[in-house]
C-alpha cells in the first residue's frame, strides 16, 4: 500500500486498523450466521480489549490525521467529511460505551447473551465497518492527492510521537 499507510509506523499502524476492523466484522457475522456460543462467550473479553485500542485509533485521528486533512485542503467537502467522521467518533464511542456496560452486566450476573444485545453488538460493528470504510475510501486518499495534508501529516505524527515519548520518560 502506498501513501498514508507508509508516513511513519503510528500512522501506518492506525490505517491498517481498519482492514483489521473489516475482518473483525465479517468474522463477527459469520459467528453470529453460526450462532457459535464459544465466540459468544468472549465478546466481553474482546471488549475489554477494543476499549483501548479504539478510543487511541479515534484519538490518533482527531488529533492527527483529520487536522492534517483540513488544513491541507480545507474544501467545504472535505470539512464536511472531517466533521462527519468525528461525530461518528463520538456515536461509536457511546454506543460502545452502552455494549460494554451491558455485557459486563450481563457477565455479572451470569445471564446469557440476549438476542436484542447481539442485534446491538451487531449494529456496531456495521457502523464501525462503514466508518472504517469511508476513511479509507475517502479520507486517505484525499490525503494521499494532497501534498501538503501529507507533509502536515507527517510532521504532526512525529510531533505526537515526540511529546509521547518525552511524557514516558517521566
Known sequence: MEG???????????AGEHLLITRYVAEFNKKLKDRDQKFFK????????LEKDLLAH?????????????VGES?????????????????????????????????????PLTNETIEKIKLFFDSLKNHAKREMT???????????SKALL???????????STANRF
Open 154 to 164: 507527517e510532521i504532526y505524527a512525529k510531533e505526537l510521537t515526540d511529546i509521547s
Open 42 to 49: 468472549g465478546l466481553a473479553a474482546f471488549f475489554d480489549f
Open 58 to 70: 479515534f484519538r490518533f485521528e482527531e488529533v492527527v490525521i483529520f487536522p492534517a486533512s483540513l
Open 138 to 148: 475517502d479520507l486517505y486518499p484525499m490525503i494521499d492527492a494532497n501534498a501538503k
Open 75 to 111: 474544501t467545504y467537502g472535505n470539512v464536511l467529511m472531517v466533521m462527519t467522521l468525528q461525530k461518528e467518533h463520538g456515536i461509536l464511542e457511546s454506543q460502545f460505551q452502552s455494549l460494554k456496560s451491558d455485557l459486563q452486566n450481563l457477565k455479572m450476573t451470569q445471564t
Open 4 to 14: 498514508v499507510y507508509n508516513i511513519n509506523n503510528q500512522v501506518a499502524k492506525i
